[in-house]
């Protein structure tokens, strides 16, 4: 199946109706935390509520909490061995992320901090409690102490664990204020996704090489600290509680995690991680395509896939100003309905269109996975070029969307696409707790095309490029590798010209430049013409 205007039309207005905007209920975070808590008492569950767990669809809770951005800043150099992207290079970094996110989520757990997310080396957290704007301030420290914990427990493990070989520092950005809880998942697998600008101005603080743990304005004011100015001085100015520039430890009291706390955590979780890592034998196999039929409750360390496929990142891009805009304008609902209807017809375009796989929706960004070719090996020819029509009609759905759903004409989306070598897997302690991954160069690379990319623009990775057709490849600028409003009606009427001739010839070298990268396509074109091809098939 392919994708069809008529059919996206249609999947939109039913998307649009299973939520619609009337129906949505809004309630704040101290409401629902009171109401799970009374049930709880009345039907004597002595477990605490979980309010930011299985948030009904129509449902949206409006929540005062601070958000924590983990980065694993050693990640890339176990992803990386030179230019090596082989069975046995995955098979550490995912054993090195095993035994990372089963620390931390140890941690989560202790501080009683909602883990909202795992992607790759970055860890999303949020405190929530006490609830309250009034207690903003104690919001934040408790994040401090518990970010605090987790940079010491990170150290630790990755000391203990083979001798050092995952000891890895960690990057933590922490921003403060109102954002809007939903649950973007399904059944048993629930995707709680945090909408407004604190979760991702952490995440922009958390972006970058240099190790510590920072802190945005509306955090430092919070502490009663002065503010740092524009994110570029913020993103320099390391907290350090005991002798940094930013140094607040007059103010923090003595409620901040003690050498002796971290030494019992880490006795606790020591033992635990020993034995999570003796479980950790990552077995592979390969999947037969389509990957819509990747089962991930069946997967784990000792049933990984690895296999070459093609990595796709979807971010639609001014979505947070939009959330913003809806939360000072009491529009909650309707963001809420909107976001609904365009992450399933993304998610549908990807899955019933085109066979490929979604790993998770990532805030408002899409990662999707998709491959052709059979048991025993992926044709990357055609893989790539199905991930681009199938980026073309996201791009098409995406235009329909616009047109149908309110509010969102300013919108855009920003596509990403990496072919290469990757595991599938699930990582971390065992059950509810475990975590889908796909990790790998291409799927960095292609998360990195999309965050580099406008909301008219979709990218092909160098990988993609060279491993693409000639008519796949004068889709996208052969400097930048970027192409400009490509959707359905362009791509597909363009590749269904591509001659068997030119589909028989190798792909064009790629010669790297500081710019992008520039083809060598005159001997290949030269071939076409003289065997009597047309140039501009």
């Known amino acids: 199946m392919s994708w069809s205007a008529t059919r996206s039309e249609t999947r939109i207005r039913q998307f649009l109706q299973t939520v619609p905007k009337n129906i949505v209920q809004v309630q704040s975070f101290d409401d629902r935390y009171s109401q799970l808590k009374a049930r709880a008492l009345a039907s004597r569950d002595s477990r605490d509520p979980k309010p930011l767990v299985q948030i009904p669809p129509s449902h949206a809770i409006v929540v005062?909490?601070?958000?924590?951005?983990?980065?694993?800043?050693g990640y890339h150099s176990v992803l990386q061995d030179a230019q090596r992207q082989t069975e046995a290079r995955h098979r550490r970094a995912l054993e090195f992320l095993h035994t990372h996110y089963s620390a931390c989520d140890l941690i989560i757990r202790e501080y009683e901090a909602q883990r909202v997310d795992f992607h790759g080396s970055r860890l999303h957290a949020v405190i929530v409690t006490p609830p309250g704007p009034a207690n903003e301030r104690r919001r934040v420290e408790r994040a401090?102490?518990?970010?605090?914990?987790?940079?010491?427990?990170?150290?630790a493990t990755g000391e203990a664990v083979l001798n050092g070989e995952f000891k890895t520092e960690t990057r933590i950005g922490i921003d403060t204020g109102r954002s809007i809880a939903v649950n973007s998942g399904r059944g048993a697998e629930p995707e709680p996704l945090f909408l407004g600008s604190p979760a991702n101005y952490a995440a922009k603080l958390a972006d970058g090489p240099e190790s510590g743990i920072y802190l945005s304005d509306r955090a430092r004011q919070a502490l009663g600290m002065s503010a740092a100015g524009s994110l570029f001085d913020q993103r320099r100015q390391i907290y350090n509680q005991r002798h940094g520039v930013v140094s607040a430890a007059s103010t923090l009291g003595s409620s901040y995690i003690t050498d002796a706390r971290i030494k019992s955590l880490s006795a606790d979780v020591g033992r635990d991680l020993e034995v999570l890592f003796r479980e950790a034998n990552f077995i592979f196999h390969r999947h037969t395509p389509p990957l819509r039929t990747i089962e991930y409750e069946r997967l784990s360390p000792a049933n990984s896939i690895h296999m070459q496929l093609v990595s796709i990142f979807a971010d639609i891009d001014g979505f947070t100003k939009y959330v913003d805009y809806c939360l000072g304008t009491n529009q909650i609902p309707e963001l809420v309905s909107n976001l609904h209807a365009i992450r399933l017809e993304l998610a549908a375009v990807l899955?019933?269109?085109?066979?490929?796989?979604?790993?998770?929706f990532i805030g408002d960004c899409l990662h999707g996975l998709l491959a052709e070719g059979t048991a025993y090996e992926t044709d990357e020819r055609e893989t790539v070029r199905r991930s681009v029509i199938c980026a073309a009609a996201m791009r098409s759905s995406f235009d329909l969307c616009r047109d149908i759903l309110p509010g969102i004409a300013n919108l855009g989306i920003a596509?990403?696409?990496?072919?290469?070598?990757?595991?599938?897997?699930r990582l971390g302690i065992r059950?509810?707790?475990s975590v889908r991954c796909a990790t790998s160069k291409a799927v960095s690379d292609s998360e990195e095309?999309?965050?580099?990319?406008?909301?008219?623009?979709?990218?092909?990775?160098?990988?993609?490029?060279?491993?693409a057709s000639l008519s796949v490849q004068r889709l996208f600028d052969a400097t930048t590798g970027r192409a400009r409003g490509l959707n359905y009606a362009d791509a597909s009427e363009r590749l269904s010209l591509e001659s068997s001739r030119a589909a028989a010839l190798a792909a064009p070298a790629i010669i790297g430049t500081s710019a992008g990268w520039i083809t060598r396509t005159e001997a290949s074109e030269s071939a076409i013409q003289n065997s009597g091809g047309n140039r501009h098939a």
């Open 64 to 73: 005062d909490g601070v958000h924590v951005y983990v980065q694993l800043t």
């Open 144 to 155: 401090l102490e518990f970010a605090q914990a987790i940079a010491r427990m990170v150290e």
């Open 351 to 360: 899955k019933h269109d085109f066979d490929g796989r979604k790993v998770r």
């Open 415 to 425: 596509i990403g696409i990496e072919l290469g070598p990757t595991p599938i897997t």
């Open 431 to 433: 059950g509810e707790f």
């Open 449 to 467: 095309l999309q965050a580099n990319c406008e909301g008219d623009q979709t990218a092909l990775g160098r990988r993609a490029f060279s491993a």
